[in-house]
């Protein structure tokens, strides 16, 4: 029957501890999941128990790495789903970690476009054409590309501000070739010319 032997803090990460069955070492745990699961040592596991202890290890190991994934930048959970792959989980835990992140408010495609949206908006000035093959490239569906595309504003006002911003009409002073440059950032020519008051 396997049995904890020992239990001790990691040295490289001083937030997990390594639990030892049989005295070998078999997984370990964040301190927050070592104290849900109440080991000590001497106590007797089932083989399912075992099991269940391992994969919530693998849990929480890949939890620790998409928190530092998410440390840089906040991310659509298509994006925090590839990510697991590459680094070799499989569908149950990725479903586990995703779970889990959405629960923590750590992950949500809502919030994300929205706020990626408004971080468009407020830096370079992009069209509605361009966010929705952003988003659509982070894994966001439809639905939600257009509900935080909602309260974008107009193409119009994006023009205007993308023109001043990036002062434009210098870099192009002949206005067939500032109207080609906007159209090839996914403005229509109409409002490229409303914009520019053509």
């Known amino acids: 029957m396997p049995r904890v032997t020992k239990i001790t ?13 049989n005295d070998q070492y078999s997984f370990s745990l964040s ?39 998410l440390a840089a930048r906040d991310r659509s959970t298509s994006e925090v789903t590839l990510y697991l792959q590459r680094k070799g989980y ?15 408010k750590l992950l949500n495609d809502n919030l ?5 949206v408004e971080g468009r908006r407020s830096g370079k000035a992009k069209s509605r054409l361009q966010l929705r093959k952003e988003l659509a490239v982070k894994g966001i569906n ?5 509900e935080a595309l909602a309260d974008y504003g107009s193409e119009t006002q994006a023009i205007i501000e993308m023109v001043e911003k990036r002062n434009l009409r210098q870099k192009y002073p002949e206005q067939q070739k500032l109207l080609r440059y ?11 010319r409303q914009a520019l008051e053509l």
Do not use: H
């Open 9 to 21: 803090q990691q040295q490289k990460r001083r937030d997990r501890y390594s639990i030892y069955i």
């Open 31 to 69: 301190e927050n999941q070592l104290a849900e699961a109440r080991l000590k040592v001497g106590q007797e596991l089932t083989p399912t128990e075992l099991e269940e202890y391992q994969q919530e290890s693998d849990v929480g190991k890949a939890i620790a790495k998409v928190y530092r994934l």
């Open 90 to 104: 499989g569908e149950e835990e990725i479903t586990a970690v995703t779970r889990q992140l959405e629960e923590q």
């Open 112 to 116: 994300f476009a929205k706020n990626w």
């Open 182 to 192: 906007l159209y090839t950032q996914g403005f229509t020519i109409d409002d490229i």
């Open 142 to 146: 439809k639905e939600i590309i257009e």
